[in-house]
């Protein structure tokens, strides 16, 4: 199993998520950031009073998916997130040594992207 983070445009994020759940990746999570560095986007970064740096409007996208699909989730990505312009982002993959399904105890990959099993 394979964690897959990547770092993208808020305004991308839509239609990254459209493209895996049109491929059954069911199951990812959102959370907003704040990037700061080469992946700022100088047409957009804005000034934060908070910490005095230039942020981009980002996302992290979190997939935690079977080596099988890992390569075929990371083009998903990448062909909906890119835009050309510098700040479109970065994934980084992660091994993932164990997962427990809280509810019903299974334990694997076994369901993790339960659609995708049933296509």
């Known amino acids: 199993m394979n964690e897959i983070k990547a770092f993208i445009r808020k305004r991308k994020a839509e239609e990254v998520i459209d493209g ?3 491929q059954g990746f069911c ?13 700022s986007d100088p047409q957009k970064a804005q000034l934060s ?9 980002i996302v992290k996208l979190v997939v935690v998916c079977s080596q099988d699909d ?3 989730v ?7 997130a890119r835009s050309g312009q510098p700040g479109d982002g970065i994934i980084y993959v992660t091994p993932v040594s164990q997962s427990i399904h809280i509810r019903s105890g299974k334990t694997g990959d ?3 992207q339960s659609e995708r099993h049933t296509h």
Request: charged residues 25%; proline residues 0%; aromatic residues 6%.
């Open 27 to 39: 199951c990812m999570t959102l959370i907003d950031v704040m990037g700061l560095g080469r992946m």
């Open 49 to 57: 009073i908070s910490i005095a740096e230039r942020f981009s409007d």
């Open 20 to 22: 895996l759940e049109a």
């Open 70 to 72: 890992t390569e075929e």
């Open 110 to 112: 076994d369901f993790l």
């Open 74 to 80: 990371i083009k998903i990505i990448q062909n909906h």
